[in-house]
């Protein structure tokens, strides 16, 4: 959840896309990357430093933050990273949106309302 004044200022509405593992859109490509690989390359270019139960907890479970985006109404397709990675092709896992911006601030909006989710701003001190 980031600061903003409306749903449409913040910076998760904006991205690209995610890397995710196992998702439905990367399984209907053919996409064969696991877990485990994704896990041992982020561990050793790391050097091992990050929390690894985090960043294995946040890989077995990055497909359902893409299925919660699908379930609400956003499109993607796998597409290839801008960076140099090991990940991509057949070994991908970037998930390139395709909903414009305006529309997933009005998805969100009602997923908000769907779910009972409410925002409450808090009034500045001054």
Same mark, same amino acid.
């Given at each position: 959840?980031?600061?903003?004044?409306?749903? /449409?200022?913040?910076?998760?509405? %904006?991205?690209?896309?995610? *890397?995710?593992?196992?998702?439905?859109?990367?399984?209907?490509? +053919?996409?064969?990357?696991?877990?485990?690989?994704? *896990?041992?390359?982020?561990?050793?270019?790391?050097?091992?430093?990050?929390?690894?139960?985090?960043?294995?907890?946040?890989?077995?479970?990055?497909?359902?933050a893409v299925e919660n985006l699908?379930?609400?109404?956003?499109?993607? %397709?796998? /597409?290839? *990273?801008?960076? %140099?990675?090991?990940?991509?092709?057949?070994?991908?896992?970037?998930?390139?949106?395709?909903?414009?911006?305006?529309?997933?601030?009005?998805?969100w909006t009602e997923a908000y309302?769907?779910? +009972?989710?409410?925002?409450?701003?808090?009034?500045? %001190?001054?």
């Amino acid at each position: 959840m980031e600061k903003a004044g409306n749903l /449409a200022a913040v910076n998760g509405v %904006k991205v690209s896309g995610p *890397f995710a593992v196992n998702t439905p859109v990367l399984r209907e490509r +053919g996409t064969t990357l696991t877990v485990n690989e994704v *896990f041992q390359h982020v561990m050793n270019y790391t050097h091992w430093e990050p929390n690894s139960a985090l960043i294995r907890n946040y890989l077995e479970h990055s497909s359902e933050a893409v299925e919660n985006l699908l379930e609400i109404g956003y499109q993607f %397709k796998e /597409a290839n *990273f801008r960076f %140099k990675t090991p990940f991509v092709d057949e070994k991908g896992g970037f998930h390139l949106i395709l909903t414009d911006v305006d529309k997933r601030v009005r998805l969100w909006t009602e997923a908000y309302e769907k779910y +009972g989710c409410s925002l409450i701003r808090q009034p500045k %001190k001054f």
